[in-house]
């Protein structure tokens, strides 16, 4: 009997190590790790990396609302070059806030991924009553924002401690964005006031102080109720120190955070105003060792793309008045190889990256060992990286519907080669050989929609 496809000569990674072990695939999963075996399809890695696929748990595609942004079709399909094959995704503009709508979206997206994918749900000061449904139906995890922002209302202190309560009696998860909402409107009437609209406002605007005070009062609230948090795109080390003071008294946090807060600075943000306009924002160039450090310790647990594209023309809009721009950049392809960047010059470790981006994320949701692991039974998702290639990131390259990065120019090393999906080589060599109605809806496992 022949295997459906074996991996051959690939140094094969884990969060652990590495061992060159080829690798067996049948019906779109790992049966055999070694040994012997003949295969219809072979694919020679000698050299390469072989990762599991990537588990991004942080995705915004304003699909159907915002096509000109991304649809799930590009934005999937750009995914491909990550490496990535699961992802987790949600977006403001039409914010599952209920089961009902949850089954609308899940129908809607019939047809249109490349790759496997769920959805977070949002969580707003008007449907507490509908969370614990959400939950039953298959929702990852809750959406929450501590300011107004991307048009979701902020949801403070009071409303908090209820929602943890409430999320924890049934043991959910909630990814929360934490920038303190006073601070941020008293910034934002003081700037507007004094007529600055360039990129230094940004920087002013979504200060630290915002962001800490905003972590300092979560975590203590996930302490207070039990609750599994996560605190989204963590900027600075201080923002971790804070996290880490409420993990030692027992709170269940966990810390994410993305490349731009390891590569970009707010010098970059008064430059390009807003080819870099995100929040929080980029913070000094001087902490950029220390977030590598924290993120080969452990201390920040996941890393994500935080992907919110915005178009050129929305962009541009803000060129000459920064407030005219809508937040987000671009971000779903250019991840890992930003990442594998920091592998190369020494920052990091690739079982680290494993860890953050492929095993920690999959363990979170629920998905570990059947995505972001290359064990026997997994499923065959695997993204193959030849550590010494380079490459220059240029706009002209962008695979998102958006056509841009914040990192064009930058050389990175370590390149994503081929992505394989349940067995089946969906990106090889630069091109998209995939299609998109391979993807499947994968609910939360151990959710009612998941047969539990």
Known sequence: MAFGLAIRGGEVWSSVGSERVDLFVEDGVIVQRGGEGEALETIDATGLAVLPGIVDGHVHIADPDFPERETFITGTAAALANGTTMLIEHHHSLPVKDASFLAEKAAYMEGRSHIDFGFLAHAHPDNLDELEGLWRAGIYGFKIFTCSLHGAPAV??????????????????????????????????????????????????????????????????????????????????????????????????????????FYLSEDDVRERGVWAKFTPPAREAAIHGEMWRRLESGQIDLVSTDHAPATKEEKAQGESNVWDAPFGIPGVETTLPMMLNGVAEGKCRLETLVRAMSERPAQLYGLYPRKGSLAVGSDADMVLVDLSAERTLSNEDVRAKVGWTPYAGRTVKGLPLTTISRGRVVFDQGEVVGTPDWGRYVPRPGSEAAGA
């Open 156 to 261: 403070l202190s009071d409303v908090m401690l209820e929602l943890f309560a409430r999320v924890a009696a049934f043991d959910g998860y909630c990814l929360v964005h934490c920038e303190d909402d006073l601070i941020t409107a008293a910034n934002e009437t003081r700037l507007r006031a004094a007529g600055e609209i360039d990129g230094g406002s940004i920087v002013k605007w979504r200060s630290l102080e915002a962001e800490k005070v905003a972590v300092a009062t979560t975590v203590l609230l996930a302490r207070e109720t039990g609750v599994r948090i996560g605190i989204a795109h963590v900027s600075h080390p201080t923002v971790l120190d804070l996290i880490e003071r409420e993990r030692a008294a027992g709170a269940a946090v966990l810390a994410e955070s993305c490349p731009h807060y």
